[in-house]
């Protein structure tokens, strides 16, 4: 585009042309108007001089003489030139030369006219004086309105033209005077027309930059004023309007991004258009620049990929349960709503999903639980009824056999008890523990430690494990010593349970940050990663059979994991199977008062 002039170059040389031209027009108007007033005026002072000669010429006409010298006596007086000129074109009378050496004069156009009865009137350069002259000739009548001949008077004109040039040169003076000052003052209406339109200008292009707090403040014509305060008013609603329009941006985001759900909006062309935080974090999508690109494409996921494509077609709201295989494998229940526009049109889909993962994985542990625990309890309640019909239904009469039978009642119902006993304080430390009313108090960890050891040592014994421990500092904390001691008693059992015969079991004890850490570390079968996140639940057991027949009911863990929660610590595991575990009981330094 071609750069445009700015308003003021475009208004002020045209003003000054438009105040030039008016001038110059004027001007030459007025030196033509002054040319022929003074041309005029001059023809009738020569017509009245003429009128005034002819009375007293008449008399003397014929009296060449007294004629001629009257011509030169009133010429030199008057300073105008007189010719008296007879019908036939000889001049009887001259005030500036000789008649008799004068050429015949009825040739000229002005004594053509008198000679005729008019007046003539003629301006031309006169070659005998060497001027420009303008002449005026009458006729000279008779008695009997006969021509007798005719009276010429004449002056010079170039005094007229001599003035006329003068004024004219005093008009240019005024005139260069007076465009000088149409040019200031068109300097200042052209500013003052150009300087708001300007700032209008200025304004405008601040409101397209979006800089709506800009406030145009011009003074001038009311038309350029009320546009700036019109100007002014719509930048100042249309601020309202987008701020009103962010915050409810805002709140909608707030509102987005403090939803645990996941929430993703797509287009009709399933390119995503609004997303939340959870959305990132439940899909595990670490670009966070989503919008845009295809929903399906961002997730990848067959299951995903199917419920995008039904809800993208169905005009109701839909809701699935799928499984997303993401890193792990995530459960989601996923709704869909049709995504309108105020008009009531289809803009596209929203999705709702929400992370049942972990209500899943607990679902499936109470399960578990529950069928574990009636299985633990069916099978010794089962052993007890089979033994005691058979005692019933075959008496014996040896009461050897009627004693083992009773020993094996005596031990099922031992085991009964101790699974019901063990999941009664296993609720009861649970109870406690959330009502936060366990008894904590300063002990030694040593203590608790070497209690644990003595209490196993008859097992460590029976397998000829060695349980090492060489305490090098007397840490204390505020512990519950009973339950820790049993927890750590459970711990020493298993290890001694997953040990083949012979063999360490390795105890220390150390502050690490804001930790006490106790380590067991064992040289028995260890754990394969896939069940260590599972082993701290009730009844779980890596196998079955083995665990069973080593006296364990998948109890033991639980209540060491519980235990340790109760002192507000944590349990962890390391493990590598066939090598040992390390099991390490982390209690926060808060507990510590001795550190
Ligand atoms: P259990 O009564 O079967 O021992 P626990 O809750 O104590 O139940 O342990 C759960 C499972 O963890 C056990 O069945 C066993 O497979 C495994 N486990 C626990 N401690 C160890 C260990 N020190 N070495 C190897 N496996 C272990």
């Known amino acids: ?126 070659p005998t004086l060497k001027l420009t002259m303008m002449y005026v000739a009458k006729p000279i009548f008779g008695e009997d309105k006969k021509i007798l001949g005719a009276l010429r008077v004449s002056i010079p004109v170039s005094a007229i033209y001599e003035r006329l040039s003068l004024i004219q040169s005093r008009i240019i003076f005024i005139g260069l005077i007076a465009v000088f000052f149409a040019a200031i003052i068109g300097w200042i209406i052209a500013r003052r027309i150009s300087l708001p339109i300007e700032e209008i200008q200025k304004g405008s292009d601040n409101f397209a930059k979006g800089n709506l707090d800009y406030n145009i403040f011009v003074q001038g014509a009311y038309e350029v004023v009320s546009l700036a305060d019109s100007m002014n008013l719509m930048a100042s609603n249309l601020n309202d309007k987008i701020k009103t329009v962010k915050s409810q941006r805002n709140e909608l985001q707030t509102i987005l991004s403090t939803l645990v759900e996941a929430v993703i909006a797509i287009d009709m062309h399933e390119k995503i258009i609004s997303f939340n935080n959870s959305a990132l974090k439940m899909l595990q999508i670490k670009d966070n620049n989503l919008k845009g690109r295809i929903l399906v494409e961002a997730i990848r996921s067959s299951e995903m990929e199917r419920f995008v494509k039904k809800a993208f077609i169905s005009v109701i709201p839909l809701s699935e349960v799928i499984t997303v295989q993401i890193k792990d494998e995530v459960i989601l229940k996923a709704y869909s709503a049709p995504l309108n526009d105020d008009k009531d049109i289809r803009i596209g889909t929203v999705f709702f999903l929400y992370d049942i993962t972990r209500l899943v994985y607990l679902e499936n542990i109470r399960r578990d639980f529950t069928l574990n625990i009636l299985h633990e309890i069916k099978t010794p309640v089962t052993a007890i009824k089979g033994f005691i019909e058979t005692i019933q239904d075959n008496p014996s009469d040896d009461p050897q056999e009627t004693q083992k039978f009773f020993n094996i009642i005596s031990r099922q119902f031992d085991r009964l008890i101790e699974i019901v006993e063990v999941l009664v304080s296993l609720s009861k430390i649970e109870d406690e523990t959330e009502k936060n ?103 779980y057991r890596i196998d079955k059979s083995r665990s069973r027949e080593r006296g364990g009911a998948g109890l033991g863990l639980a209540i060491v994991k519980h235990i340790i929660n109760a002192h507000g610590g944590y349990i962890s595991v390391e493990s590598n199977v066939g090598k040992g575990s390390l099991f390490t009981i982390h209690i926060p330094k808060l507990n510590s008062e001795n550190t």
């Not at 445009?4 to 003003?15: A, G």
């Not at 008016?22 to 001059?42: E, H, P, R």
């Not at 150390?510 to 079968?525: T, V």
Request: hydrophobic share 40%; glycine share 6%.
């Open 437 to 539: 009313i366990i008894e904590l108090k300063e002990y030694s960890l040593n203590e608790v430690i070497i209690e644990a050891i003595n209490k196993s040592k008859e097992k460590a014994d029976g397998k000829d494990i060695k349980i090492e421990f060489n305490p090098d500092n007397e840490l204390s904390a505020k512990i519950n010593p009973k339950l820790l001691c049993r927890a750590i008693l459970n711990l020493f059992d298993n290890a001694i349970k997953y040990s083949k015969q012979g063999g360490y079991v390795d105890v220390s004890i150390y502050k690490h940050d804001s930790e006490i850490l106790i380590n067991l570390k064992d040289q028995g079968i260890g754990i394969e990663q896939e069940h260590i996140p599972r082993i701290f639940e009730r009844f």
């Open 1 to 126: 585009m071609a750069k445009q002039k700015r308003l003021f170059w475009n208004l002020y040389p045209t003003y000054i042309f438009i105040s030039a031209l008016c001038l110059i027009s004027v001007g030459f108007y007025f030196s033509i108007v002054m040319k022929k007033f003074f041309l005029d005026n001059t023809v009738k002072d020569l017509q009245a001089r003429s009128e005034i000669l002819l009375y007293q010429f008449k008399p003397i006409l014929f009296d060449g003489k007294i004629l001629d010298d009257k011509c030169k006596q009133i010429g030199k007086a008057s300073s105008t030139r007189i010719t008296v000129i007879l019908p036939l074109g000889k001049v009887i009378g001259d005030s500036d030369e000789n008649p008799d050496n004068m050429e015949d004069h009825s040739t000229r156009y002005e004594i053509k006219k008198a000679l005729k009865g008019d007046i003539g009137v003629s301006t031309r350069y006169s």
